[in-house]
């Protein structure tokens, strides 16, 4: 079994949709879960930063911890095109190093 | 707003020649990773390292690679005899000294450097 799990897509949405973006775990000593945003050919940037259970909302954007389930997830509401990108869960346990997900192809229609 | 660098942006070798990719992390951060992502594949973490040594290591991380911080500012991973395998876009990432559970710990990625081993 994988430790994360993220459906890779492709996604895509009309402008102004709700955008829900999911991963599951295995490890249950991840303990830090991040967001991160990848377009093409550049470097991965982050996005949402969460330690606990609940939810964290920034601007458009919403992460949520769910740790019993072992499911985490990011929300973008009143998506662009220029969210079109490959997102990527990471997270990690008392180590430093992340474990990231697949990535999962966003492409937000005009 | 400060950001990591890498260079160079893309790099060609041929099989068994050594390469170096450099890095400058943010400036006053402290901790530094190297990860790769094989073309289509999931980003893949290397290494990282703190006060002049490594800290942490994958399994990818054989004896084939090695890093270093040669100055204040460059953070370098080197391949000694590249393998066609080694094609991949290589990120250095750099994180702030951790002080709780706050967002200094998370890791910020430099743009990244397309290696292609021939």
């Known amino acids: 079994q994988k430790e994360v799990e993220q459906d890779p897509g492709p996604l895509s949405v009309p402008e102004g949709a709700i955008v829900s973006l999911n991963c599951t775990y295995s490890?249950?000593?991840?303990?830090?879960f991040m967001w991160y945003r990848q377009y093409s050919r550049k470097g991965p940037e982050l996005l949402m930063y969460t330690y606990s259970s609940g939810n964290k909302e920034d601007g458009r954007f919403t992460a949520q911890v769910d740790k019993s389930s072992k499911y985490i997830s990011l929300f973008i509401r009143d998506s662009q095109p220029s969210d079109s990108a490959t997102y990527l869960c990471?997270?990690?346990?008392?180590?430093?190093?992340?474990?990231f997900g697949s990535g999962t192809q966003l492409t937000v229609l005009p | 707003e400060p950001e990591v660098t890498q260079t160079p942006s893309h790099q060609v070798t041929q099989m068994g020649q050594e390469v170096i990719l450099r890095c400058v992390p943010i400036s006053n951060h402290l901790y530094f990773y190297w990860y790769r992502q094989i073309l289509g594949q999931k980003v893949e973490f290397l290494v990282s390292f703190y006060n002049n040594e490594i800290s942490e290591k994958s399994e990818i991380f054989d004896d084939q690679f090695s890093v270093e911080r040669p100055d204040g500012s460059n953070f370098t991973l080197k391949i000694r005899s590249t393998k066609l395998e080694d094609s991949a876009m290589y990120f250095c990432?750099?994180?702030?000294?951790?002080?709780?559970?706050?967002?200094?710990?998370?890791?910020?990625f430099g743009p990244g450097t397309r290696l292609l081993v021939l």
């Open positions: 990471a997270m990690r346990d008392s180590a430093r190093q992340l474990t």
């Open positions: 990432a750099s994180r702030a000294i951790s002080s709780g559970r706050g967002s200094q710990e998370t890791q910020y």
């Open positions: 490890n249950s000593a991840f303990q830090y």
